[in-house]
């Protein structure tokens, strides 16, 4: 009689009667062993034996992995990293990260590619092409929008799938401009392109009916503007779009104006909204004032869009922090060079220099980076849009968006599956204790699961109300623990805000915001 614990599947202990069946005429040898439940059935000692044996095989594998895993960022962390002095690049205007958002079909495209065509940044020519294009598309409106709407699949839905980049300049801002996708099935893109920006346009659509259908429940609006002060945009200008539509109605105007500027201010939280009437579509007080003769000029003497854009202040930049690129795109990738476009949001880069992936920990050296200009330059700062290519060695297919660029030495930052974040609930639905959902932190989305609450807090001074709740409702506050599939490149929001924020979303919608406090592993 043996005397094995085993937990089954249905976990109960059993003691197991072993007896060899030895063939007639043969010896021990190949002999095959069974064992007998309490309950009388039999079962393959053999094949308990063979699954132990594998099963501690595979512990020991991930053990092994786990080592390797922490030695190779021990490694990192240890490197020597000889200090570099900040340099400081001759800059005659401001950079300014703008990103354009809004309810699907407010005409964010084509008010932004008319802007464009009026400064001069794109050709009567193109526009002419546009024009015949779109109206053998059954879109004749469509032409500006398709100055930034450049995939045929775009062009053929007639909405923007992903972020459209492309810059411009005003009087004294260099402008990087992101048109992010208005339509809800894209609000990751949506989020990925905010997530870069400095300042923001909300377009409205001003026709009867067509604002309140984005304000209201489902409308991407209201939406918007939430994730965008989540984000960590502050400026932002509304563009009342379209109110050609309505004569240039004053009431118009006032109505939506009103009606924001109180979901502005007291729920979604910025402290000054500047609103502008406008016509993207026939191109009226974006880059020049209205003339008197327009009917707009009977009630609005202010400022242009384009007059708007340029008052826009750019944030301090951390260029002297450690590097910190956030991976927005992958545009190359073979075993020894990888092409990629990201945003710096603390430090400086240029070439020659030895940087480290995240969370895979590939070491990298820089070849060659420019900014969004398009042109090489000697060093890229925080701030810039930046083309990157790299040299090392790669493996396919593991370097993604939403993968951060770093520094080494102390400055490493180390991927984490588990973290506390300060979060404030923003759907009906509560969170409890295992809410799953989709975790988004700069340009990465990675599933998720809430693991603990520990404890709703007071949204004004941080004190705890009561640990450990058994849920979170609606605009409460709280501090919980999360733990996301796989590895991700975060920080607390103390050390990089770019890396600390997060938003977290399910069932399509965004149901919490917040920041992450530290990480646990």
Not at 180 to 191: E, L, Q, R, T, V
Not at 364 to 372: F, L
Not at 505 to 515: D, E, F, P, V, Y
Request: aromatic share 6%; proline share 3%.
């Amino acid at each position: 009689m043996y005397q094995r614990q085993q937990t089954t599947p249905n976990s109960f202990l059993f003691d197991s009667k072993l007896s060899e069946v030895t063939p007639e005429g043969q010896s021990g040898i190949g002999t095959s062993r069974s064992g007998e439940y309490e309950d009388g059935q039999m079962f393959d000692m053999d094949a308990v034996e063979s699954e132990s044996i594998f099963t501690r095989s595979i512990q020991l594998i991930s053990s092994l992995l786990v080592y390797f895993r922490l030695s190779q960022l021990a490694s990192i962390a240890s490197t020597p990293v000889t200090p570099k002095k900040t340099r400081y690049r001759e800059e005659t205007k401001q950079l300014i990260n703008l990103v354009v958002v809004g309810h699907v079909d407010a005409g964010k495209s084509t008010l932004m590619g008319h802007l464009l065509y009026q400064l001069g940044y794109v050709d009567q020519r193109t526009i002419h092409k546009y024009r015949q294009e779109s109206a053998r598309s059954g879109k004749g409106s469509f032409a500006f929008a398709w100055v930034l709407d450049e995939t045929e699949e775009e062009r053929s839905r007639g909405v923007t799938m992903d972020v459209a980049k492309t810059s411009f300049e005003t009087i004294s801002k260099r402008v990087v401009l992101l048109d992010a996708p208005g339509h809800k099935d894209f609000i990751p893109n949506m989020i990925t392109g905010a997530s870069q920006a400095d300042a923001a346009i909300l377009v409205i659509n001003s026709a009867r009916g067509e604002f309140e259908t984005g304000f209201e429940n489902g409308g991407q609006t209201h939406e918007h503007a939430m994730l965008l002060r989540s984000l960590g945009v502050g400026q932002v200008v509304v563009a009342v779009n379209k109110l050609d539509t309505v004569d240039w109605s004053q009431d118009r105007f006032h109505e939506i104006t009103t009606i924001m500027e109180l979901f502005l201010t007291k729920q979604a939280g910025f402290s000054h909204v500047r609103y502008v009437p406008v016509s993207g579509l026939d191109g009226d007080n974006l880059s020049d004032r209205i003339q008197s003769s327009h009917p707009l000029a009977k009630w609005y003497s202010g400022p242009c869009l384009l007059e708007l854009i340029d008052t826009f202040s750019a944030p301090p930049r951390a260029s002297e922090g450690p590097v910190r690129i956030v991976i927005n795109d992958v545009f190359k990738m073979t075993t020894n060079l990888l092409s990629l476009s990201g945003k710096i949001e603390s430090g400086e880069v240029e070439a020659g220099d030895k940087l480290y992936i995240m969370p895979t920990g590939d070491a990298a050296v820089v070849k060659a980076c420019s900014n969004d200009n398009g042109g090489a330059v000697d060093i890229c700062m925080a701030g810039d849009q930046v083309l990157l290519t790299l040299n090392g060695t790669f493996e396919a297919d593991t370097i993604h968006t939403g993968h951060v660029v770093v520094s080494g030495g102390q400055d490493v930052l180390m991927p984490c599956r588990h973290f506390v974040a300060r979060i404030v609930v923003l759907d009906i639905a509560p969170i409890v204790k295992g809410t799953k959902a989709e975790l988004y932190c700069h340009s990465l989305c990675e599933s998720c699961t809430v693991v603990k609450l520990l404890s709703s807090i007071n949204k004004g001074d941080g004190s705890v109300i009561k640990k450990k709740p058994r849920f979170l409702a609606k605009q409460m506050s709280g501090i919980v623990e999360i733990l996301t599939d796989r590895e991700v490149a975060i920080e607390a929001y103390t050390k990089c805000k770019a890396l600390g924020r997060i938003t977290i979303r399910a069932r399509g919608k965004t149901i919490a915001a917040g920041i992450v406090e530290r990480k646990l592993s």
